[in-house]
């Protein structure tokens, strides 16, 4: 991106929030490095799809191999290249903006670990080809505001990455688990014997995927079936309870009502949409 652009675009609406200001996609970069003792201006998303090369920044040097994305934060002195033997190739983009710095915390990269595993590397790379296909078009204002709400969904992205199970991953099993007994009640105890772990980790397991624990997130299914069926069904309140596995209907309405702040009843007289 031409500076002056980058800079008009940092006092607008939108893109003073988020701009890209580079991007590209380099296969198998053989002596591709970058050395910036006082760092970058741009916070820089590379993201390594095959091969192999390092990243350096607070004295600590990490192998990045294939799925692996690096975030570096501006202004951290950092180095960084392609493996001689196996040259890396990446995705990558360099970003500024006001709502930036936050995304990079949500990311959880720190000065001295700024590469992240991926479970979900194919939609972070597509986000970053989108991005370098629309900035190869055009720099019109319209075009740096799209590559703007681009960005921010490929940091989202590789927040929550980071956060949600792998597949098959036993907190990802239970989550399945549950899923599939919206109608039931679960022990705790048994469902960590299930998928083989005890249940003081599958708590913690839940607590960093969901923010919460087991049952709480089992009632949170029941409450989304819950408003699906007031929503597509004229089922009684009490039938709908019994369908979500509370079979008490008082005990139902006070779950909804703690949980969506009105009774049943008030939910499905609300006009929505």
């Not at 690096?70 to 196996?86: L, Q």
Request: proline share 6%; with cysteine; charged share 25%.
């Amino acid at each position: 991106m031409p500076r002056p652009l980058v800079e008009a675009a940092l006092v607008r609406p939108v893109t003073r929030r988020m701009v890209v200001t580079d991007a590209g996609y380099f296969p198998r970069a053989e002596h591709h490095a970058r050395h910036r003792p006082a760092g970058a201006t741009e916070t820089i998303v590379i993201v390594c799809v095959s091969g192999a090369g390092w990243v350096e920044a607070g004295g600590v040097r990490t192998r990045v191999g294939s799925s692996t994305a690096i975030v570096i934060p501006g202004g951290v002195a950092h180095s960084y290249g392609a493996s001689t033997s196996d040259p890396w190739t990446i995705w990558w983009c360099h970003v500024r903006g006001t709502d930036v710095p936050e995304l990079v915390d949500a990311v959880g990269v720190r000065p001295d670990r700024l590469a992240l595993s991926l479970r979900e590397v194919d939609r972070v790379t597509s986000l970053l080809d989108e991005i370098s296909v629309a900035l190869a078009r055009d720099t019109t204002p319209a075009r740096l505001t799209a590559t703007a709400g681009i960005a921010w969904r490929l940091f989202t992205q590789l927040s929550v990455d980071r956060v949600l199970p792998g597949e098959g991953a036993p907190v990802e099993r239970a989550m399945r688990y549950l899923e599939e007994r919206v109608d039931g009640r679960v022990q705790v105890a048994e469902l960590a014997a299930m998928v083989g772990v005890s249940p003081s980790h599958l708590a913690a397991l839940f607590r960093d995927a969901t923010g919460g624990g087991v049952l709480a997130y089992h009632n949170a299914l029941k409450m989304a079936r819950a408003r699906s069926l007031l929503d597509t069904t004229d089922l009684p309140v009490a039938e709908i309870g019994r369908l979500v596995g509370l079979d008490d209907p008082f005990y139902f309405s006070r779950q909804f009502r703690r949980t969506h702040g009105m009774s049943p009843r008030a939910y499905r007289s609300h006009r929505k949409g």
